[in-house]
């Protein structure tokens, strides 16, 4: 990133589980992005206890719950999608 020069855009960069519709339940916000040896972690703040701080390495394996209604707004008010069908997920389940 600092090679690239976007290193300060990435630092206030949303971390999404793929699919975007997912909100990560105890993150506050991405403080810092590490590298070290090909692998990159996030230092985050948490939305509960602002005196910790969580590592993140696989984004995959995190807590999540789905955002609802306010992503698909933003998606439709930006232009950046239609809606083609309506899903209500009744549980999901993680292994």
Do not use: M
Request: proline content about 2%; hydrophobic content about 40%.
């Amino acid at each position: 990133a600092e090679n690239l020069e976007v290193l300060d855009i990435l630092k206030n960069a949303c971390i999404l589980p793929h699919g975007g519709g997912y909100e990560l339940t105890d993150i506050e916000e991405v403080l810092d992005i590490l590298e070290y040896k090909y692998q990159r972690y996030f230092v985050t703040s948490l939305k509960a206890n602002t005196s910790r701080l969580k590592i993140i390495r696989n984004v995959g394996e995190l807590q999540f719950e789905y955002r609802g209604r306010d992503v698909v707004l933003k998606t439709l008010q930006l232009n950046l999608g239609d809606i083609i069908a309506r899903l209500n997920p009744l549980f999901s389940i993680k292994l």
